[in-house]
């Protein structure tokens, strides 16, 4: 299995362009952006804003190789810190995306924001993104920075919360533990979105 790390700032160019082609046909980045040459010009630019963002105000990890990307927030970090959101660039994001899609975001948002609330009300990981890049698939990449996470997470005993809206990555993340805690369809569109939790598990402690 590969090794994982953090992810370093050089790197964050690759790592952009990793999550950018894996999640190009994605159905919420499709939702987002519908015309794919503006999904894939504007959705290049938030990318490189959530990584940075994790970087200093969460937990950017890479497969040692730089195959895969996996995007966390801790505990403790319930929303998006302000000064966060300025550095990293995400505070542009309406000027990137245009009034429409702003307002299909808000509205996902808004949405998703008050599922997660209401599925896990302690101290948790949030799961935000992961991507291997589509050449490096199926080589056990996106497991071991899922298998990095769970360690982390069983070790501090709390849970681990996402959302997808892949019926694939759906299957994928129900095979590694995690139970549905709230489906449907955003309001007012047809974005199908799925919120998951995967409760901590106990490590076993070794007698000596």
């Known amino acids: 299995m590969s090794?994982?790390?953090?992810?370093?700032?050089?790197?964050?160019?690759?790592?952009?362009s990793i999550i950018a082609r894996a999640f190009a046909r994605d159905p919420a980045l499709s939702f987002l952006l519908p015309d794919p040459s503006d999904r894939l010009r504007t959705g290049t630019r938030m990318v490189a804003s959530w990584i940075r963002y994790?970087?200093?105000?969460?937990?950017a990890w890479c497969t040692d190789g730089l195959e895969g990307v996996a995007l966390r927030r801790p505990p403790?970090?319930?929303?998006?810190?302000?000064?966060?959101?300025?550095?990293?660039?995400?505070?542009?994001?309406?000027?990137?995306?245009?009034?429409?899609?702003?307002?299909r975001l808000v509205r996902?948002?808004?949405?998703?924001?008050?599922?997660?609330?209401?599925?896990?009300?302690?101290?948790?990981?949030?799961l935000w993104m992961i991507a291997v890049a589509p050449e490096a698939q199926g080589h056990g990449h996106g497991g071991?920075?899922?298998?990095?996470?769970?360690?982390?997470?069983?070790?501090e005993g709390?849970?681990?919360?996402?959302e997808t809206t892949s019926p694939r990555?759906?299957?994928?993340?129900a095979?590694?533990?995690f139970e549905v805690a709230a489906e449907g369809l955003v309001p007012g569109t047809d974005l199908q979105v799925w919120s998951m939790v995967r409760p901590a598990r106990k490590r076993l402690v070794m007698a000596t």
């Open 108 to 126: 996902a948002a808004v949405e998703t924001g008050r599922r997660h609330a209401t599925a896990v009300r302690r101290p948790h990981w949030y």
């Open 76 to 103: 403790g970090s319930p929303g998006l810190h302000p000064w966060g959101v300025v550095a990293s660039g995400m505070v542009w994001a309406p000027l990137w995306l245009g009034l429409a899609a702003t307002v």
């Open 144 to 155: 071991a920075l899922m298998a990095h996470t769970f360690e982390r997470a069983d070790r």
């Open 169 to 173: 990555a759906l299957d994928i993340h």
């Open 54 to 59: 994790c970087r200093g105000w969460g937990a």
């Open 158 to 162: 709390v849970p681990c919360f996402l």
């Open 175 to 177: 095979a590694h533990g």
């Open 3 to 16: 090794s994982v790390r953090d992810l370093r700032e050089d790197e964050i160019p690759q790592a952009t």
